[in-house]
């Protein structure tokens, strides 16, 4: 039998994630300790008194370290991946752990990944949510019926039943208006700081 890793994406992080681990495990430890960035990565993963892990330039940052010091306790103990795979952010973490890049290397990779988001985001009112239970097709009409207020665009196929639309705030509460129209069970929206994987991410790209 083979063991795959599969990573998460933005979206899961929460103040404190990893403080357990970094006081119990020293491989889970060096990962922050030798970490490149240009904020207090312990601060903001185990506590974050100023509220920023939800900013997408701190985001990716901390869920990397997170990724790659659980990935170092367990490879310790002789749990090694066959494959690694990760949703969006998450194909960072599944890189370092399949060997392309060290712990530093990712987690310095993302903090320039998520300053250029965040910047491509800016001045931007955006949203994300997920539309649960509704095919492609009606999602797609709410989407084009919403365009007129904004770029909206569905921009993440998780799985069937679960869709995510991204793009200006205003076109993507339209859209999941709609969406509910033509029997969306839920419209929720996503912890993120941007427009991921919308043409608006266009310059983050680019940089």
Sequence with gaps: MKLGFLFAGQGSQHAGMGADLY??????????????????????????????????????PCMVAFAAGLTAVLREKGIVPSVAAGLSLGEYSALHAAGVFDAATAVKLVAFRGKAMEEAAAGRE???????????????DACDA????????????????QLVIGGEKAAVEKAAALAKEKGARRCLPRKVSGPFHTPLMAPAGDA
Aim: with cysteine; net charge negative; aromatic share 10%.
């Design 126 to 140: 955006s949203a994300m949510m997920a539309v649960l239970n509704l095919d492609r097709a009606p999602l797609q």
């Design 23 to 60: 006081e119990q495990y020293p491989a889970f430890r060096a990962v922050y300790d030798s970490a490149e960035v240009d904020f207090d990565l312990k601060e903001v993963s185990f506590t974050d008194s100023q509220g920023l892990i939800n900013q997408t330039r701190y985001t990716q």
């Design 146 to 161: 919403a365009s007129d207020l904004g770029c909206v665009v569905i921009c993440n196929y998780n799985c069937p039943g």
